[in-house]
């Protein structure tokens, strides 16, 4: 078995207005060196595979058809084991 | 003229949008349930608002693959009429029959009003009959009707003509101040490139009666109604 730790965040290029508006509030509370926020989202897949490059592929795919929208969103996949 | 409203767990516009085909406009109408394999000898396919799936994910984004969403692709690309509401718009993205996303609005709020749209395409079924130099109010509610996508698709919408309705104050003009969630380019409404599938964030069906203070939603159905040869 894998956890495949998978987070969903807005691209880049898009203005993300959550975190705009927590930089805001980080601001007033006096982190006057935090730059920018984003905010995403954390999804955890259990995966059972017989690798951890096939359980990186069920990730990717399960990213890919469902949990981001690649109009507006990017992903990353981390893989690791789960001690049974 | 058979309308076929489907619903989801979570809509909550399908009533109205019954109502108004059913009632208003006097035409056969049926609910889709989601599980259903086949929408059925409908001729116009309307995907109501509401909170599929509690929004669970994105908007939009499970609804998109319940089972009836299959045969509602099948439809639309043989030319079938679809029309998606609020919600309807979102599973519309979701589910690549219309291009871009919406995305949480620019103002993080909930955004309950009348809003003023103004037509911009005067071809397709959905917007035949209407006047692009009217300016129509109907309602919008919705938390995420931010629409965005890439340059070059907005370009080709605007080339293509494809974008059904913008946000515009009273007077027609499509200002910054009158877009209600940031949409690129004041969109509230686009068209896919045959004509046959329309999304619109906007809630006609909350506006098609006098009773209701307003009826220019009628419009949009009247409009579909002509364009398919249903005497109005």
């Not at chain 2, 799936?53 to 089972?67: Q, T």
């Not at chain 2, 509401?85 to 993080?108: D, H, R, T, V, W």
Request: aromatic residues 6%; contains cysteine; negative net charge.
């Amino acid at each position: 078995m894998y956890k495949a730790r998978i987070n969903v965040t807005l691209r880049q290029s898009i203005l993300d207005p959550q975190g705009k508006a927590a930089h805001h509030a980080l601001s007033q509370l006096g982190f006057d060196h935090v730059d920018e926020v984003r905010i995403g989202k954390h999804i955890e897949l259990s995966i059972d595979a017989e690798s951890e490059d096939s359980a990186a592929e069920v990730a990717r795919q399960a990213c890919e058809k469902l949990l981001a929208n690649p109009v507006m969103e990017d992903y990353s996949v981390d893989i690791e084991p789960i001690e049974e | 003229m058979q309308f076929g409203i489907i619903e989801f767990p979570g809509s909550n516009c399908d009533h109205d949008a019954y109502y108004v085909a059913k009632h208003v406009f006097d035409q056969q109408t049926s609910f889709i349930w989601h599980k259903d394999h086949s929408i059925g000898d409908v001729d116009v396919v309307i995907i109501p608002g509401g909170f599929s799936y509690g929004d669970a994910l994105r908007s939009g984004a499970i609804a998109r693959f319940s089972p009836i969403m299959k045969d509602v692709i099948r439809f639309a690309n043989n030319g079938g009429l679809v029309l998606g509401i609020c919600n309807g718009f979102q599973i519309l993205c979701e589910s690549g029959l219309l291009p871009g996303a919406l995305m949480k609005n620019a103002l993080l709020r909930f955004v309950c009003k009348n809003i003023f749209v103004r037509p911009e395409n005067r071809t397709s079924p959905f917007t035949r009959t209407l006047d692009s130099d009217s300016v129509l109010q109907i309602p919008i509610a919705h938390g995420e009707g931010n629409y965005i996508a890439a340059d070059d698709v907005l370009c080709r919408l605007e080339d293509e003509n494809r974008i059904a309705f913008r946000y515009c104050n009273d007077e027609g003009e499509a200002t910054s101040e009158s877009n209600p969630n940031g949409s690129a380019r004041n969109i509230a409404g686009i068209l896919n490139e045959a004509g046959n599938v329309l999304g619109m964030m906007p809630h006609p069906e909350r506006c098609a009666e006098e009773i209701l203070g307003r009826s220019d939603g009628a419009m949009i159905f009247e409009s579909i109604l002509v364009s398919t040869g249903v005497p109005v």
